[in-house]
């Protein structure tokens, strides 16, 4: 079981409120905009201590978010190809952020 630490900061009331409003509108939570945020920010810039992997909870809220989407494409007729799948299990094991696997970025 992992322990996790929390951060808090000042920031603007009327950048907050933006912010919350965005979040709100992508169906996220701040928390995970911010952990998404903070974990790309250590990885881009070469993290020099092993990072942890998203909790147990989000990983399993991952997957099911996944599973129903793609149930929603072969439900379409459609399917979902090879790369596509790579991608859904980078972001299931917590490799990509949300925004990232949205709009296609590896």
Do not use: K, W
């Not at 965005?22 to 952990?35: D, K, Y």
């Not at 979902?80 to 980078?90: F, K, L, N, Q």
């Amino acid at each position: 079981m992992s322990t996790e630490l929390q951060m808090s900061f000042a920031v603007e009331p009327s950048l907050l409120e933006a912010f919350d409003e965005v979040v709100r509108r992508n169906g996220q939570t701040a928390e995970q905009v911010l952990q998404d945020f903070v974990r790309r920010y250590v990885r881009e810039h070469g993290a020099s201590v092993a990072l942890s992997s998203i909790t147990a909870v989000e990983r399993a809220s991952r997957e099911c978010s996944v599973r129903a989407a793609q149930a929603s494409v072969v439900l379409s007729g459609l399917e979902v190809s090879p790369e596509e799948h790579d991608r859904a299990r980078r972001f299931i094991d917590g490799e990509m952020g949300l925004d990232d696997y949205a709009n296609g970025r590896d």
